[in-house]
């Protein structure tokens, strides 16, 4: 606590603000704790601040100072603060954590605060979240597996405000010999995420892959995103769609 103290002092004293001055007009003192992230899995930390839409904090924080209190001023209006591990695609700054059509989505965990830092200083705990559900998709067929998959959907990724960004997603994933592939996808909004199989570029049926996902209970608001297994069994006249512990029949009665 004396720690603390002393270094909102110093943060003070330079921006020049005494205690008998006016300090409303003094930028705010934000204080990360990042002591209760996972060194291991997180190895680095990313955290981004904007103020007004503009950027007044970008920096890497290693492992080796979580045990540190981590500071940075900003100025006495809100300001969204992102915390984040995994991004592995262009800057966040001014696009947020979107990808494009063909990309399958990052192994992100992200914690978004906005923080109201009209006062001297503020206080934050670092909490990563995962924020990606990876589907796993197993596809029984009888014989050599000669189909092609994509998954499609609405969802492309976060504003830095956390926000689901409304844009087109496409991955196609590459099935191993036995069927077995998996793609990452990030947070969903409705349940427009669509499976196709095709074999020489033809389609030969689509799949209600967000609809099968919502109707096995899926919490897509959850603070963490729990992964998916879906298992299809195309070797019979009907497909068997599992979704984790649901499951359902779905006919070939109709053909795409």
């Known amino acids: ?6 270094q909102i002092i110093v943060l003070t004293v330079l921006t020049g603000c005494s205690i008998k001055e006016d300090r409303t007009q003094c930028p705010c003192t934000v204080m990360v704790d990042f002591s209760g992230i996972d060194s291991v899995r997180h190895g680095i930390t990313d955290i981004l601040a904007l103020t007004d839409g503009a950027v007044v904090l970008d920096d890497r924080v290693p492992s080796a100072r979580y045990d540190e209190l981590y500071t940075f001023r900003a100025r006495r ?34 914690q978004t605060e906005q923080l109201d830092t009209d006062k001297e200083s503020v206080s934050l705990t670092a909490m990563l979240h995962k924020s990606f559900c ?40 590459i ?28 389609i030969l049926r689509e799949f209600a892959l967000g609809e099968y996902i919502v109707k096995s209970g899926y919490d897509w608001k959850a603070e963490d995103l729990e992964d998916v297994s879906v298992e299809i069994d195309y070797a019979k006249a009907d497909v068997v769609f599992k979704v984790n512990d649901w499951e359902t029949t779905v006919s070939f009665d109709v053909i795409i």
């Open 175 to 202: 099935p191993d010999q036995a069927g077995l592939c998996s793609v990452r996808i990030p947070r969903q909004y409705d349940s427009s995420l669509i499976l196709r199989i095709a074999e020489d570029n033809d």
């Open 77 to 110: 209006v809100s300001t969204t603060v992102d915390i984040y591990s995994g991004w592995t695609g262009d800057s966040v700054a001014g696009k947020g954590f979107t990808v494009n059509e063909g990309e399958q989505f990052p192994e992100l965990y992200l």
């Open 1 to 6: 606590m004396k720690n603390i103290v002393f």
């Open 134 to 173: 990876r589907v796993t998709i197993d596809i029984k067929s009888e014989g050599d597996y000669p189909y092609s998959l994509s998954v499609t959907g609405n969802a492309c990724g976060y504003t830095c405000s956390g926000e689901t960004v409304p844009g087109a997603f496409e991955y196609s994933p």
